[in-house]
């Protein structure tokens, strides 16, 4: 909604020219949301190669003896690396769109959560809670 | 919309003297088309959570056949990965010269763009295609269906993303950097940077922990 009275503000003052207004509005200037930097993108890009490269050699060259340390770690890389293209890339911050882009962003990761979570803890704990099955049944099943 | 609020002026400022006119392209409230794409985004991603669920759910459920330890090509999915990552980076470069207003670098970087994104799907097609051609379908086993239908879903994706990105093309071609192909190419541009952000999940969840031990 204050978007709309500063573009409202802005046609009130139209003939001062278009960066006329006050600062700290970065995002209704003429290119909208989105304003990075050959250096932001760089920074971006280099983060996310170190941060692909590092599980797929893990993974590969086996550094860890357990599966379910080397599962955590790469998870961990990948959360940080799916941070980085939000903030670099998407260039996401707490300000953008009034805020609504953040409400948006962080709704979602609760829903994700919720859904992920959710289904994988319910789905294990149905399985052990099946019928018995006996290894001549599971061969002989449709 | 902003039309029908313009009696509301904010209290403290002074109504303008005389009528001044609204000129379309200078002043458009871009912040309601992005936030609105922002959202459909968010919505994408909700699709993306439930199949990344049901991959979780039944990545495991083999059915006596191939795992994916068996059937994962990890140098072939790293090329893949820096393909897309690539493809990020010189998306974020066009949009840096379409703030530049140069049209020709711009297009030069969404052509690049586009090569990189069709040399992804076509190395994800040669996958798909090495997979069922070893008996590996969907059809396989749970495993493989939610294989296939996540990683298909993310490539269907990316197909609609490089058909988007020549329709813009043209339109730039045609009608130069004008204000309404600035703000579909900074949607195209959150389009974009989200499918990559999508495949960190694919590669880590799906490709790297399925060849664990």
């Not at chain 1, 949301?33 to 190669?49: D, I, R």
């Not at chain 2, 005389?18 to 609105?36: D, I």
């Not at chain 2, 459920?61 to 790293?78: E, I, Q, W």
Request: aromatic fraction near 12%.
């Amino acid at each position: 909604m204050s978007s709309h009275m500063d573009n409202l503000a802005d046609r009130g003052h139209g003939d001062h020219g278009h960066h006329g207004h006050g600062g700290g509005h970065d995002h209704d200037d003429d290119d909208g949301a989105g304003h990075g930097t050959l250096k932001s993108y760089f920074t971006g890009f280099v983060l996310a190669a170190i941060l692909t490269a590092i599980p797929f050699w893990l993974v590969m060259d086996r550094v860890f003896d357990s599966s379910r340390t080397t599962a955590l770690v790469i998870l961990a890389f990948a959360v940080v690396q799916i941070v980085v293209h939000i903030v670099y890339f998407l260039h996401m911050d707490t300000k953008s769109e009034s805020g609504w882009n953040m409400l948006a962003l962080i709704f979602t990761l609760v829903l994700v959560v919720i859904t992920l979570s959710g289904s994988i803890w319910i789905m294990y704990h149905l399985n052990s809670n099946m019928m018995p099955m006996s290894t001549h049944d599971m061969r002989n099943m449709p | 919309m902003s039309d029908t609020l313009a009696p509301t002026l904010p209290g403290g400022t002074a109504p303008p003297p005389e009528p001044v006119f609204y000129v379309a392209g200078e002043h458009h409230p871009k912040n309601g088309t992005l936030l609105g794409f922002w959202v459909y985004l968010m919505s994408d991603c909700l699709i993306f959570a439930c199949l990344f669920a049901t991959y979780g759910v039944l990545g495991r459920n083999y059915a006596a056949g191939p795992s994916g330890a068996d059937l994962f090509d990890l140098p072939l999915v790293a090329v893949n990965t820096s393909l897309l990552l690539l493809s990020s980076i010189t998306y974020g470069f066009a949009m840096l010269e379409m703030r530049r207003n140069r049209v020709g670098a711009t297009q030069l970087w969404l052509a690049v763009t586009g090569i990189l994104g069709l040399g992804f799907l076509s190395l994800e097609l040669y996958e798909f295609a090495h997979l069922i051609h070893q008996g590996a379908g969907p059809q396989r086993s749970a495993f493989l269906s939610s294989f296939f239908t996540l990683v298909g879903t993310h490539g269907l994706h990316v197909t609609f993303g490089i058909v988007w990105l020549v329709t813009m093309m043209i339109q730039v071609q045609m009608h130069g950097l004008i204000p309404e192909n600035r703000r579909r190419l900074m949607c195209l541009s959150m389009f974009w940077h989200f499918l990559d952000l999508i495949w960190v999940g694919v590669f880590t969840f799906v490709y790297l922990m399925g060849v664990l031990p």
